[in-house]
């Protein structure tokens, strides 16, 4: 049974991963400062899985709170989801998003060869890609110049772990770049709880649709796609988790072929903003209140994933469809609301 610290564990992709690590029979130790999420998924988190994983309300770009958290747990693989993630944000506040990416990171970097910690799982993103030449995009297909200081947290993590793994062969570390993680556990139980105005297409779709907001505005129907609105590669969260697993196993059972690896994740199929919607349509059975209007300064009009490495190498592929996807996004808003 392997220990895990799990960072930014209380949030939406590493919460739903907790509950992956533990049905697989992981001892799991969350360490989240709450910034974006809050400790009722601990609870969310017990009442499926029926076991309560470790909450440490730790900051981790905090150095001293990080090496407590080190000294006080046994750690065998760390899964690093913790970071700010919004695109628009980072442009804004550059610095903050710099220092929390960067730091938080190096703090664990440190703490792991104190600890002789040597397994590392980072949560990366298709953002590396930027505006890609050809379609589907592999992990071999260029890393372009960033567009936002968030996408350059990502690209230069995954350069500083490359670097580590080079200048120490005892350590492993899997990058998944994830695409476009949506919907919510098949419990209903637990999904994304999003602070404030959603900036991402679902959360901003389900609160129209259940009267949050007024009307969904639709960016852009004059792209080169065939209904004009732009195509993104959606993945269910929890096949997300499960990838996680896989990775972990992958390095535990050293099947890596190199000590620093890197995996797309996701379901290699594109949809547009309107198919999204029309098929949101279908499966909640309501009308939702949308617009197109101008395009979003800076969105990449077409991306999706070649997913053959993550099924052939780790073993994963993708089990929800798109329907599954928004069925249970739709399933948790409205558990959202009847909890008020
Ligand atoms: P999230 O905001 O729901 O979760 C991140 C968690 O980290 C939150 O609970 C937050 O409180 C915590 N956190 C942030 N800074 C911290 C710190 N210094 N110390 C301790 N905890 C801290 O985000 P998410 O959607 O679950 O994303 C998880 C990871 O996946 C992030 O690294 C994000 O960049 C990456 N990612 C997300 C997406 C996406 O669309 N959601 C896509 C690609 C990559
Ligand atoms: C999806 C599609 C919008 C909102 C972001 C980050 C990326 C990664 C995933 C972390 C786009 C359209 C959206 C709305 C809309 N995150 N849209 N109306 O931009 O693909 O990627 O999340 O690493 O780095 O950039 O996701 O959910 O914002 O947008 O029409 O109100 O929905 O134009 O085509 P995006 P998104």
Redesign the pocket.
């Known amino acids: 049974m392997h220990n895990v610290l799990v960072t930014g564990g209380c949030g939406y992709i590493g919460s739903h991963t907790a509950i992956a690590l533990m049905e697989e029979g992981c001892r799991v130790v969350i360490a989240d400062n709450l910034s974006n999420s809050d400790a009722r998924s601990i609870d969310r988190i017990e009442k499926i899985t029926g076991l309560r994983p470790v909450l440490e309300r730790t900051d981790i770009s905090d150095a001293e709170a990080c090496h407590q958290l080190f000294e006080r747990h046994a750690i065998d693989a760390i899964i690093h989801f913790a970071a700010h993630?919004?695109?628009n944000e980072s442009v804004r506040e550059p610095l903050r998003y710099y220092r929390n990416n960067f730091v938080s990171t190096l703090n664990l970097l440190r703490e792991m060869q104190l600890h002789q910690v040597r397994h590392f799982i980072f949560?990366?993103?298709?953002?590396v890609y930027g505006e890609p030449d050809t379609l589907p995009v592999t992990e071999e297909s260029p890393v372009k110049q960033a567009m936002?200081p968030?996408?350059n947290t990502?690209q230069v993590i995954e350069e500083i772990l490359s670097d580590c793994c080079k200048a120490d062969e005892n350590l492993h570390v899997i990058a998944l770049r994830?695409?476009?993680?949506?919907g919510a556990h098949p419990s209903g139980e637990i999904g994304e709880i999003p602070h404030g105005i959603?900036?991402?297409?679902?959360p901003?779709?389900t609160q129209t649709a259940i009267g949050i907001r007024e009307c969904?505005?639709?960016?852009?129907n004059d792209y080169d796609t065939p209904d004009g609105?732009?195509?993104?590669d959606y993945i269910h969260v929890y096949d997300l988790a499960k990838a996680h697993v896989c990775a972990m196993n992958r390095m535990m059972r050293k099947q890596q072929k190199q000590n620093y690896e890197v995996f797309n994740i996701s379901t290699g199929n594109g949809y547009?903003?309107l198919q999204?919607i029309k098929t949101f349509e279908k499966v909640s059975g309501k009308k939702l209140n949308y617009k197109i209007?101008g395009?979003?300064e800076?969105?990449?009009?077409k991306?999706w994933a070649d997913t053959r490495k993550a099924n052939e190498e780790l073993g994963w592929k993708a089990a929800y469809d798109l329907e599954d996807m928004l069925r249970s996004a739709w399933q948790w808003e409205q558990r959202m609301q009847q909890e008020g």
């Not at 800076?298 to 009009?301: A, F, K, L, T």
């Open positions: 993630k919004y695109v949560s990366s993103s298709c953002t936002s968030y996408g990502k994830y695409f476009n993680p949506i959603p900036q991402n297409l679902l901003y779709l969904l505005s639709v960016y852009g609105s732009c195509i993104r547009t903003v999204l209007v395009r979003r800076g969105d990449i009009p991306i």
